[in-house]
């Protein structure tokens, strides 16, 4: 079993910055890729970023290119998403997931979840 806690969202003007944190429970932290996956009222959970086992390759999709990244700290079992230039259409709940190894884009992949955070951006 692996325990994930958001953690840093909250509400921003557009234009700013937050970033989101996800601990995990698990000394094993480091064999396991981690995702972010956010979903919007009325709307299917979309994933964000992802990010290896290793590091080494990290996934985000087009909407956010440039203005978020995905990064990780196996040091302190905790995984990152820094999210700058936010917009309106950013606003969701934001959730961690992890998965064995290699990142998925698909939530049905990944077997771990947390609560999710809220971010709310303003106009």
């Known amino acids: 079993q692996v325990q994930l806690v958001e953690s840093g969202g909250g509400l921003v003007q557009a234009g700013g910055s937050l970033r989101l944190s996800c601990a995990a429970s698990r000394r094993t932290f480091s064999t396991y890729a981690m995702g972010w996956f956010r979903q919007a009222p009325g709307k299917e959970r979309e994933f964000v970023a992802g990010?290896?086992?290793?590091?080494?390759?990290?996934y985000d999709v087009d909407s956010v290119k440039g203005r978020f990244t995905i990064s990780r700290d196996n040091a302190k079992n905790t995984v990152y998403l820094q999210m700058n230039s936010l917009k309106p259409d950013d606003t969701a709940v934001y959730y961690c997931?992890?998965?064995?190894?290699?990142?998925?884009?698909?939530?049905?992949?990944?077997?771990?979840w947390g609560q999710g955070a809220q971010v709310t951006v303003s106009s």
């Open positions: 997931a992890a998965r064995f190894r290699f990142s998925s884009s698909s939530p049905h992949e990944y077997a771990y």
């Open positions: 990010i290896d086992w290793s590091g080494g390759s990290k």
